[in-house]
C-alpha cells in the first residue's frame, strides 16, 4: 500500500511522500525499506535517527522530519489500525467440517465456520462471522455471539453465553466447575456449581485460562476486559468493563473486580472483595482486603503504593539500621560506666 | 420439590411448613420465591430478615423463624446435598460415541459413556458408571475406577491409575512426563520418566492442571484430595488423604503433603520436603523447609504464623523505626557536647 | 541386561561382577534384586550400605565396593543413558491414522507417526521421525523437524517453526497471540500478531505451557532449552541456549534471558529486560531490573542475593530490633530527668 492510502484509509494525517510504498511493518530497530514502524514509547527515540524504516508512525507533536510519517494523538493505536490493514484476516470458509460433530438441535448461522473434530452440542447457538478452529468444545445451550473467534481447542461447557467479537485463545477453559465444597469429619462435599459462565463483547482471553463457572448464578466478564495466558477466575468472579488482567493472575471466588482496573502479572486476589474502578495491582502483588477506586497497591500483602514503597525503601536499608541500633547501645553503655 | 421431600430424603430437622415448594436455589441475597437459599457464614447473618427465599438452611442453634428452614449442624455440607436433589445429574448415554478411537484391546464396562473423538488406546480398562466427555486421552494400560467424570479434553497419558468418583476438569494433564534432567557441559540430558500416577477413590482436579508421572516410581494423590485449577504436581510427589489445594499452587518433586493439609493459592514448595498433616499454607507463601503437623506457615520465605505476623507488624511499622532511631541519634549527639 | 553390557554400551567403568542381571531401576531406598539405582547427591549415600539393589551407578570417586557399580564423573547423567538402555522407546506406526486430517499440500516424511484426530493444515512440514500424538493441531506453514515428539493435545499455530528433537508435553500452545493493545478512551484495541515462534534443537516444552507468537518478528527459544509445565512465554520473548524455566514461571514480553540461566519456580520477570548468561533467579522471585552475568537474585522486587540475604536476615530480627530501640528510648529518658 502507499503511505497516503493508509492516511485516506485511516482517516490521519500524512507528512512527507505519500507515495511511499509499504509493504509490511517491523520494529524501528530492526525496520528494512518497505517497511513502516512506529514510536509510542519514549525509550524508542532514540532510533528515529537511525532507523532504515521507509515511514514511521509518530506522535503528532514529535519532531521529525527525515522520513515520511503518520501522524495521531496516539500513535500506538494508528499502528494497531496499519497493521490491520497490512495483514488483513484470512477470509473464512463459511461452514463446518466434515470431520466436526454438529448438533441437528443447535442454531448455527451459515456464515459460521466450524473446524475439524469440533463438537457442537444441543441447543448450542453461534452467530454470524464466527470462526471456531479445530478441537473445539461448544456445550449444551451455550451461546456463542457474532464475530468471535476460537482457537483450536477452546473448551466452553454448557449454559454459557459469550457476546460479540469474543476471541478465545488455544488451551482455555470457560464453565468449568467452581471449587465447592463443604468440610465434614469424613472429608470434602462438592457443592453442585449450577452457576454458569457471562462473556461480554470484546471480550479476550489467552491460552490456557480457567474461567469457572459460578456456584449459584454466573461468573460475569463485562465488555473489553482483555485477560492474558494462564490466568484464574474463579466461581462468581465479576470483571468490569475494559479492565486487564495480565498472565497468571488468579482472582479467587464471588471478588469484584472494577471497570479499567490492571492486574499485573501473577497477583493474587483472595475471595469476596471489592476491587475498585481504575485501581491498579501490581505484579506479584497479593490482594487481601478492598481496594477502593484509583489506587494503587504493590506487595504481598498488598498495600498502598507509597507506603508499601516507603516500607520498601526502609528494608533494604535494614541491615544499615541494625548497626546504628548497636552502635548506639554500645555508645549508651560506655557513656555510662557509672550507672553498671 | 416440598420442603418436607427434602427433610425427609436427607434426614434433617424441618421447621415450619414443609409443604412450602422448593424449585431451585440461590444465594440470600438475591434469593426469591420458590428458592432456598443457606447461612453458612457469618458475614451472611445480616440478609436473614430480608431475604425473599421461600425457605433457608440453618445451624441447629440459629434463631429464625419467620420462614421455614432444614437445620443442621453443618448447614453448608446441608446445602450441598439439596443442591444435589434439586439439580440431579443427567443420565448419561451409555457406550462410545461413533467418531471415538477406542482400541479393541481395553476393557471398557458397558455402562461407560465416552464422548466425541475421544482415544482410548491399548492395554485401557475403564469401570462402570464413568463419563468421559469428548476429547479425552486415555492412554495404553491406564485403569480408571467407577463413576468418574472427565470433562472434555482431558489427558491421561499410559499406564496411570485412577480409583473410583475421581473428577478432572477440562485440560487436565495426568501423566506428563516429570521435570528431571543431568547436566553436563554440552547441556541437560533428558531423564526419561519411567514411573507413574495414582490417583486414589474421590480425587478432584480443576482445570488445566498438571500432574506429572513419577521418574521411577509414582506420583500419588490420595483419597479425597481437591484441586484447584491451573496447579502444578511435580513428579513423586505424594498428597495425603483429603487435602486441598488451591488455584495455582505448585508443589516441586518428591515432596510429601500430609493429610488434610491446606495449600492456598499460588503458595510454591521447594522440592524433597515433608508438609505436616493438618499443616495451611497461606496464600502466596513460599516453602522451603519441612513443616510440622497442625502448623500454619506464611510468607516467602514462608515462617510460622505467629513470628510472621510479628515481623509483618513490625515491617509495617520500619519507617517509623527508622525515624525514632534517627531521633535517637540526634539526642545523644546533642546530649554529649563535651564528647566532640 | 547384564551390567557389563551396560558398561560396554555406554563406555564406562565397571566395578564388580559384571555378570549381574538388571532388569529394571529404582530408587536407592525401594530398589530391590535385580535393580539398579544411583547416589548423585550426597543426601542419599545414607542408603549405600542397607540397599537392596543389586547394582549402584556411583561417581568415579566414591568409597564403595559391597555391590558392583557402574562409575563416571558425572553418575547421574551416566543414570539417564541407563535409563535409556533399560526402557527403550517403542518403535513408532509410521504413516497417519486414518481418522487424522492432514493436508494434501504439506509436506510429511514417510517416517512420521501422526496420531488419532490430528489436524495438519496446508503448507505444514514434518521431518523424519517425529510422533505426533492423537489431538494434536499443526497450523498452516509451520514447520517441525525431525525426531521431535509431541504428546496428545498440543497446538501450534500457523508460521511456526520447531528444531530437531523438540518435545511438547500435553497441553502446550505455541504461537498463541501475544498480549498487546493500543489504549484509547473507548477501549483496548488488539494489535494483530503477526510474529512467529521459534524453538531451537533438542527444546522440550512442559504441559499446558503458552509460548506466544511474536507481535512483530519471532518469540525465539534457543537450543536446549528445557521449560517445565504451566510457563508462559510472552511475545517477542528470547531464551539462550540450554536455559533451564521452572514451573508456573511467567516472562513478560521482549525480555531477552541468556544462555545457562536458570529460572526457579514461580519466578516472574517484567518486560523489555536483560538477563544475563548464567544467572539464576531463586523461586518466587519476582525480577524488576536487568540482571549481570553470573549473578543470584532473590525476592520480589528481586535483589543480588548477598545482600537479599542480609535483609531478610534482618527482617527476621526486626521485632528484637523494634524492642531493643524502645530499650533506648527509656533508658535516654529516665537518664535524663534534669531535661524533661
Tied chains: 1, 2, 3.
Excluded at 453461534?126 to 461448544?138: K, R
Excluded at 498495600?303 to 548497636?326: G, Q
Aim: net charge negative; charged share 20%.
Amino acid at each position: 500500500m502507499k503511505l497516503q492510502e493508509l492516511a485516506k484509509a485511516l482517516d490521519c494525517e500524512l507528512r512527507g511522500d505519500g507515495g511511499t510504498v509499504i509493504t509490511s511493518a517491523a520494529p524501528i530497530e530492526s525496520a528494512d525499506s518497505g517497511q513502516i514502524s512506529f514510536v509510542a514509547n519514549a525509550q524508542y527515540l532514540k532510533y528515529l535517527e537511525t532507523t532504515s524504516a521507509s515511514a514511521l508512525i509518530l506522535a503528532e507533536d514529535q519532531q521529525f522530519d527525515r522520513l515520511p510519517s503518520l501522524r495521531s494523538k496516539n500513535p500506538y493505536l494508528l499502528f494497531a489500525k496499519v497493521i490491520g490493514l497490512l495483514y488483513p484476516d484470512e477470509t473464512p470458509i463459511w461452514g463446518a467440517a466434515k470431520s466436526a460433530s454438529v448438533s441437528s438441535n443447535s442454531d448455527i448461522h451459515s456464515d459460521v465456520s466450524i473446524g475439524e473434530f469440533c463438537v457442537v452440542e444441543d441447543g448450542a447457538s453461534i452467530g454470524a462471522g464466527t470462526v471456531i478452529d479445530a478441537h473445539c468444545f461448544i456445550g449444551k445451550n451455550t451461546h456463542i455471539g457474532q464475530n468471535c473467534r476460537l482457537y483450536p481447542n477452546v473448551v466452553i461447557r454448557e449454559e454459557c453465553t459469550l457476546g460479540d467479537e469474543v476471541i478465545l485463545q488455544s488451551g482455555v477453559v470457560i464453565g468449568g466447575d467452581g471449587f465447592g465444597y463443604a468440610r465434614s469429619e469424613s472429608g470434602y462435599t462438592r457443592i453442585k456449581q449450577i452457576g454458569t459462565v457471562t462473556l461480554g463483547n470484546r471480550v479476550e482471553i489467552g491460552a490456557n485460562c480457567a474461567v469457572d463457572r459460578g456456584a449459584l448464578g454466573p461468573t460475569v466478564i463485562a465488555d473489553g476486559v482483555k485477560i492474558d495466558n494462564l490466568v484464574q477466575v474463579a466461581h462468581n468472579v465479576q470483571i468490569g468493563e475494559n479492565s486487564i488482567i495480565v498472565s497468571q493472575v488468579g482472582i479467587s471466588g464471588s471478588t469484584k473486580i472494577g471497570k479499567w482496573v490492571t492486574l499485573a502479572g501473577q497477583a493474587g486476589i483472595i475471595g469476596h472483595l471489592d476491587i475498585g474502578d481504575r485501581a491498579v495491582v501490581t505484579a506479584q502483588s497479593g490482594v487481601t482486603k478492598d481496594i477502593p477506586a484509583d489506587t494503587v497497591v504493590f506487595g504481598s500483602p498488598a498495600r498502598e503504593i507509597r507506603s508499601a514503597h516507603k516500607i520498601a525503601a526502609a528494608t533494604n536499608r535494614l541491615p544499615d539500621l541494625s548497626k546504628r541500633v548497636k552502635a548506639l547501645e554500645e555508645e549508651l553503655k560506655s557513656s555510662k560506666p557509672d550507672k553498671q
